[in-house]
């Protein structure tokens, strides 16, 4: 997929990028800086981005992640009491390309009829060949201790985290260790493992997979969120397929199986767990009321869970922030 045009002042050169769309209405700040976009071309469906403007104190990582942005139409004028800047400035400081007039709707039925493609945007821009990799590093380079007055010690496995899901820790009285996700921390005293979320094919994580099995053996509690919860389900056994769309957006109903309670949650990921390669002991706790794909899968009897949504998220609904108390009376 192709897409040649003017590219504004600052945004010079050819991007590339699997294209991808997010169907709300709001969070466009959050969006373009969730490490898990990384690398991608972000069209938002929503026909009307950038009229509350961009305050930094809504992102979610420190600079903007995907490669690209395609929107129907940028607000000319935005107006917020804690914004600071335009949507278009803010892009063209981090040298990230936009294409405005774009049909969204016209290319969101394009891909949900062909499914995952890779795209490029720029002046002559060429085709790119096969889907591009996602994965980039854009988790922290060496471990931070958050919170140490506390004795409970919750490790945090930063695989391109958001900053949300450490606010949601830190705001439970436990000492929080963020390290990166090719970090060894299965020798040292923890109460709790979260593992996180982050871009990419989950299989390109191997160091993750491997302390993760390693956690699981311990018999500590774990909770994994989006990629997090591929690699408990990588860990424990289970195999990982690629969507054909990938889910993104802020309001898909997840049903929880135990309770048959539903919840609207926020997701944003393209990969998940084959239900069919389930060890023995494991199940799915919540099913994609859409699809009917896995959106969780915890153990039996041991302190295991996931989600491959994210209950850390304020799109609307908080429908499932208790996950976090969850895990932490599991502790």
């Not at 391109?160 to 606010?167: A, F, V, Y």
């Not at 970090?183 to 979260?194: F, M, R």
């Not at 056994?237 to 993104?248: N, V, W």
């Not at 023995?280 to 994609?288: A, H, L, Q, T």
Request: proline share 5%; hydrophobic share 35%; with cysteine.
């Amino acid at each position: 997929m192709i897409f040649n045009g003017v590219v504004p002042a600052g945004q010079a050169g050819v991007h590339t990028g699997e294209v991808v769309f997010n169907t709300g209405m709001t969070g466009y700040v959050e969006s373009l800086t969730d490490p898990s976009y990384a690398g991608q071309i972000l069209m938002f469906t929503y026909p009307l981005i950038g009229n509350y403007g961009v305050g930094t104190q809504w992102a979610e990582s420190d600079k903007i992640q995907v490669s690209g942005v395609i929107v129907s139409e940028a607000a000319s004028r935005w107006s917020h009491s804690v914004a600071d800047r335009s949507l278009l400035e803010w892009l063209r400081s981090q040298n990230i390309p936009i294409l405005m007039g774009v049909d969204t709707r016209a290319l969101t039925k394009h891909l949900r009829v062909k499914g995952t493609m890779a795209g490029s945007i720029g002046i002559n821009a060429i085709r790119p060949k096969g889907v591009l990799a996602e994965q980039k590093r854009v988790f922290i380079e060496s471990p931070v201790l958050y919170n140490e007055q506390f004795s409970k010690k919750v490790v945090l496995v930063d695989c391109g985290s958001k900053k949300n899901i450490l606010r949601s820790l830190l705001e439970l009285p436990v000492q929080v260790k963020r390290v990166p996700c090719d970090y060894d921390y299965t020798n040292e005293a923890y109460d709790g493992v979260l593992l996180s979320n982050g871009p990419g094919d989950p299989t390109d994580y191997p160091a993750t997979i491997d302390n993760a099995r390693k956690a699981l053996k311990l018999g500590k509690p774990t909770f994994g969120i989006c990629l997090g919860s591929q690699i408990m389900g990588l860990a424990a056994g289970a195999k990982t397929y690629k969507l054909k769309y990938g889910h993104r957006g802020h309001n898909q109903p997840c049903l929880e199986t135990d309770t048959t309670r539903g919840f609207i949650t926020s997701q944003n990921h393209g990969y998940a767990i084959d239900e069919a390669s389930l060890p023995k002991g494991w199940f799915v706790s919540f099913r994609n009321l859409n699809d009917q794909s896995v959106e969780g899968i915890a153990h039996r009897t041991k302190p295991f869970f996931s989600v491959q949504f994210h209950p850390e998220a304020c799109p609307g609904p908080t429908d499932t922030e208790w996950l976090f108390e969850r895990f932490y009376t599991s502790l």
